[in-house]
T-cell receptor, first 111, second 116 residues
Framework: AQSVSQHNHHVILSEAASLELGCNYS??????LFWYVQYPGQHLQLLLK??????LVKGIKGFEAEFIKSKFSFNLRKPSVQWSDTAEYFC?????????FGAGTTVTVRA | NAGVMQNPRHLVRRRGQEARLRCSPM?????VYWYRQLPEEGLKFMVY????????ESGMPKERFSAEFPKEGPSILRIQQVVRGDSAAYFC??????????????FGNGTRLTVT
C-alpha cells in the first residue's frame, strides 16, 4: 500500500518569499503524483500533476514540482508567494482510481 | 457546467443520530468516490461507486457506514448512530469513466460533520 508523507504541518512566510513544500511517497510501482490546493472555504483544486515525461512539472498560479524518483519525492515550489496563496496544500499519489493523500500543509502568507 | 455539488456544507448531529451526506457528480459523470478527512490528517479513501454498484468499499468502516449511488439522484453516504469520532470533513469526487492514471479527480466542497 502506498503512503504519502508531507514534511511540514504549517508554514508561515511573508509575501515575495520562496516556498517549498516537501512530499515523499512510498510506492514501488508506476506512480501518478498530484498536488491539490484547498483555499479557505473552497473545494480541492488541482495545482499540478505528474504521470510521465519531464520530471519538472509546471502548474497553475506559478507553482511547479519536481519528481525525483531516486528520492521518492515530489516537492512543490513557488519562487515568490502572494497573500492569496494562503491555503492548505495536499500531495497525493494515485494507484488506479484510488488517491492516497498526505496530511496536508497549511501555508499562511503574511502581507 | 456545475462542479461536484455536496450538501449540506455543515451538518451537526447528536450522538446516536443518523447523518446523510449527499453528492451530485458533475454532469455526465457516473463514477463517484467518497473521501474522509479527520482532523490533522489527510483525506482517506472510503468508497468508489458507479450507478447502482459499489465497486470498492475497502475504506469504509464495517459498521454504521453505508453508501449508495442510485440510478436517479445523488450519491448518499449514510452514517447511522453517529459517534464523536465520526466528526470530519467528507469529500466527494466524480469522474466520467473509471479514473485511471493521469486523470485528476473533481472534488466537491465537502460536508463538515460535527457530532456533539
Amino acid at each position: 500500500a502506498q503512503s504519502v508523507s508531507q514534511h511540514n504541518h504549517h508554514v508561515i512566510l511573508s509575501e515575495a518569499a520562496s516556498l517549498e513544500l516537501g512530499c515523499n511517497y512510498s510506492y514501488g510501482g508506476t506512480v501518478n503524483l498530484f498536488w491539490y490546493v484547498q483555499y479557505p472555504g473552497q473545494h480541492l483544486q488541482l495545482l499540478l500533476k505528474y504521470f510521465s515525461g519531464d520530471p519538472l512539472v509546471k502548474g497553475i498560479k506559478g507553482f511547479e514540482a519536481e519528481f525525483i524518483k531516486s528520492k521518492f519525492s515530489f516537492n512543490l515550489r513557488k519562487p515568490s508567494v502572494q497573500w492569496s496563496d494562503t491555503a492548505e496544500y495536499f500531495c497525493a499519489v494515485k494507484n488506479d482510481y484510488k488517491l492516497s493523500f498526505g496530511a496536508g500543509t497549511t501555508v499562511t502568507v503574511r502581507a | 457546467n456545475a462542479g461536484v455539488m455536496q450538501n449540506p456544507r455543515h451538518l451537526v448531529r447528536r450522538r446516536g443520530q443518523e447523518a446523510r451526506l449527499r453528492c451530485s457528480p458533475m454532469k455526465g459523470h457516473s463514477h463517484v468516490y467518497w473521501y474522509r478527512q479527520l482532523p490533522e490528517e489527510g483525506l482517506k479513501f472510503m468508497v468508489y461507486l458507479q450507478k447502482e454498484n459499489i465497486i470498492d468499499e475497502s475504506g469504509m468502516p464495517k459498521e454504521r457506514f453505508s453508501a449508495e449511488f442510485p440510478k436517479e439522484g445523488p450519491s448518499i453516504l449514510r452514517i447511522q448512530q453517529v459517534v464523536r469520532g465520526d466528526s470530519a470533513a467528507y469529500f466527494c469526487a466524480s469522474s466520467q469513466t473509471r479514473d485511471r492514471e493521469g486523470s485528476p479527480l473533481h472534488f466537491g466542497n465537502g460536508t463538515r460533520l460535527t457530532v456533539t
